[in-house]
Structure formats: structure tokens, C-alpha cells
């Protein structure tokens, strides 16, 4: 079954605004990863976090593991049109498997 | 160019009839990886493999077979597909030492359609 809960299921945006999406889990992580599917490809991983209350940045995005290993949160500042898409947090689980969250779809606002 | 490629990209289908997604990667990577994308599941593993002659099942791999015969090939074949086969797959493709972090190189996706 479904392992990490993403909040908002989708959201939509306006130039310029800063973005915030969530990931939450009833297990513990000792890794989370963030990744984005642009429409008609494959995911495409952004930032990794390997250390409990770590926070990453790459460019426009921010990301953080959360303390009790159980969440993680990806802010985008100053969004422009190419962040649409879908935002997957994942976390690997047994050594050898990935699992997924459902997804955060990022629309632009007309 | 390093990639993982994935044939063919859309297929509609009839329930019963045979078929294989192909899935190469040009990266030497040990581990690859099929999961199946539906809206509001996010992806769900269905096979994987951590190197040659080595497959094991992922969370829903029920009508679904791999091989691993070579390093770079891990085709999906699904021996009598039904509709609730129809999805999104992805290839994804890791090397060995960045397996336990997650770190996966995907394909662009096979858009199935079985009727």
C-alpha cells in the first residue's frame, strides 16, 4: 500500500510565487528524495536527503528532512512557467526498493 | 548520450494478446527497475533487478514477467494483458552503489493501452 502521504494533490500557480509541498510518512526514512516529472517524460531526481534535519537547496529549491525522519517538505521560490509538473517524494525501503508518493501536480494559473 | 530507452512509447492493445516493453540503458548500471504510474498511486514498483540473472518481485507484480539476460536489457513482457494493465510504465536504471539512496535514472514511459 501507499507509503508517504503528498499534500496538496495539486496546486495551482502564478508566476512569481513562492510554492510549498509536503511529504509525510508513518515510517521512518533514512532517506528522502524529491523528484519531478515534466509532461511526457520520466521523473527526473532534484534533491537527495540523507540526514535528519538537513536542508538542501539547488537553485530555486529548497528541501528539508524533517527531524523525526517521517516528513519532508520541497519549497520553490519565485516559481516560472517550466515548474509545472508533478513532484514525487520517495524514499527507498528494504535496500532495494523505491516507493513513491502520489505525486504533487503543479499547474499555472490562466 | 547516457539514457534509458524504452520501446515502444504507446501501444493499445487487445486483453490476451502478448506483448513486450523493451528497456536498454547505455550506463553500465547494474540495477533496473520497472514501475507502473496511475493517477493518484504515484509510481509502484513491479520487477527489479540488481544484476544479471537476478529479478525479484516488487509491491505489484501479479501478470507480469522480466528477464535479465544482459546487463543493459530488462524487458517487461506481459503475457496476457487485461485492462487493468493499462497504465503509464517507466523504466529506471541505477548503478549498484546508489541503489540504497534512491538515486534512479528513468526512461520516458510506455503508455499502455489494453482493451
Known amino acids: 500500500g501507499q507509503q508517504l502521504n503528498q499534500s496538496p494533490q495539486s496546486m495551482f500557480i502564478q508566476e512569481g510565487e513562492d510554492v510549498s509541498m509536503n511529504c509525510t510518512s508513518s515510517?521512518?526514512?533514512?532517506?528522502w528524495l524529491w523528484y519531478k516529472q515534466d509532461p511526457g517524460e520520466g521523473p527526473v531526481l532534484l534533491i537527495a536527503?540523507?540526514?535528519?534535519?538537513e536542508l538542501t537547496s539547488n537553485g530555486r529549491l529548497t528541501a528539508q528532512f524533517g527531524i523525526t525522519r517521517k516528513d519532508s517538505f520541497l519549497n520553490i521560490s519565485a516559481s516560472i512557467p517550466s515548474d509545472v509538473g508533478i513532484y514525487f517524494c520517495a524514499g527507498p525501503r528494504g535496500g532495494n526498493k523505491l516507493v513513491f508518493g502520489a505525486g504533487t501536480i503543479l499547474r499555472v494559473k490562466s | 548520450e547516457a539514457q534509458v530507452t524504452q520501446n515502444p512509447r504507446y501501444l493499445i492493445t487487445v486483453t490476451g494478446k502478448k506483448l513486450t516493453v523493451t528497456c536498454s540503458q547505455n550506463?553500465?548500471?547494474?540495477?533496473m527497475s520497472w514501475y507502473r504510474q496511475d493517477p493518484g498511486l504515484g509510481l509502484r514498483q513491479i520487477y527489479y533487478?540488481?544484476?544479471?540473472?537476478?529479478?525479484d518481485k516488487g509491491d505489484v507484480p501479479e501478470g507480469y514477467k522480466v528477464s535479465r539476460k544482459e546487463k543493459r536489457n530488462f524487458p517487461l513482457i506481459l503475457e496476457s494483458p487485461s485492462p487493468n494493465q493499462t497504465s503509464l510504465y517507466f523504466c529506471?536504471?541505477?548503478?549498484?552503489?546508489?541503489?540504497?539512496?534512491?538515486?534512479?535514472?528513468f526512461g520516458e514511459g510506455s503508455r499502455l493501452t489494453v482493451l
Open positions: 536527503l540523507y540526514k535528519a534535519g
Open positions: 529506471a536504471s541505477s548503478p549498484i552503489d546508489r541503489v540504497n539512496t534512491g538515486e534512479l535514472f
Open positions: 533487478s540488481m544484476n544479471v540473472e537476478v529479478t
Open positions: 515510517s521512518i526514512f533514512n532517506t
Open positions: 550506463m553500465n548500471h547494474e540495477y
